[in-house]
Structures are given as structure tokens and as C-alpha cells.
């Protein structure tokens, strides 16, 4: 569910932020490397660089899950663990207070 309000809103977001944008008429010259992007709309920077932020958001977004969720299945397999662990020692425990009875009956008896 979290995916899809994350995913609607950046939609809302994108939309807002495209149309406030293309009111912009500026233009500037982009120098990335040895790459050269000549006259190019300021909005235009301005939307990929966030649409570059959102994707990268997600994408920790979704490592985090990942990890959170490895956590909760290795979490869960040691309570299993645990309640086996306690099964056993409650069965050792009958066990022997029964064997302790008997050995009291045969004494008595």
C-alpha cells in the first residue's frame, strides 16, 4: 500500500511540477563531462534532476523494504526456533516429573 501512495503522489507531484515549469523561459547551456547541451529549457533540468532524485528515493525505498523485510523472516524462523526449544523442554519435564510419580508409586506401593 505504501508503494502505491509513494507512486500517486510523485504522480501528482510530477504533474504540478511540469506544468509550473513549462512557464519557465529561461534557457541555459549544459556542460556535463565533455558533453555540451546548448539552449536547453531551465524546466527541463529542473524535471529530470527530480525525476533522477524520485527514482533514486525509490530505489532505497525498495532496499529498505528488502532488508526490513530479511530481518522480520530471520526474526521469525528464531521465535519458531525458540518455541520448539520450549515444546522440548516442557515435554523433558512432564517426562520426568511422570518417571519421579512412578518411581513414588513402586517405592509406596
Given at each position: 500500500?505504501?508503494?502505491?501512495?509513494?507512486?500517486?503522489?510523485?504522480?501528482?507531484?510530477?504533474?504540478l511540477l511540469f506544468v509550473f515549469l513549462?512557464?519557465?523561459?529561461?534557457?541555459?547551456?549544459?556542460y556535463l563531462f565533455k558533453y555540451t547541451?546548448?539552449?536547453?529549457?531551465?524546466?527541463?533540468?529542473m524535471f529530470f534532476s527530480f525525476l533522477?532524485?524520485?527514482?533514486?528515493?525509490?530505489?532505497?525505498?525498495?532496499?529498505?523494504?528488502?532488508?526490513?523485510?530479511?530481518?522480520?523472516?530471520?526474526?521469525?524462523?528464531?521465535?519458531?526456533?525458540?518455541?520448539?526449544?520450549?515444546?522440548?523442554?516442557?515435554?523433558?519435564?512432564?517426562?520426568?516429573?511422570?518417571?519421579?510419580?512412578?518411581?513414588?508409586?513402586?517405592?509406596?506401593?
Open positions: 500500500m505504501y508503494f502505491i501512495k509513494l507512486f500517486i503522489y510523485l504522480s501528482f507531484f510530477f504533474l513549462q512557464n519557465s523561459i529561461e534557457r541555459v547551456n549544459i547541451f546548448e539552449d536547453v529549457h531551465v524546466f527541463w533540468i533522477a532524485g524520485s527514482f533514486f528515493a525509490w530505489l532505497f525505498t525498495v532496499y529498505q523494504e528488502i532488508v526490513y523485510r530479511i530481518k522480520i523472516n530471520k526474526q521469525k524462523r528464531e521465535i519458531e526456533n525458540l518455541k520448539e526449544e520450549v515444546h522440548n523442554l516442557r515435554k523433558i519435564m512432564i517426562e520426568e516429573t511422570g518417571i519421579k510419580e512412578e518411581k513414588k508409586e513402586n517405592v509406596s506401593g
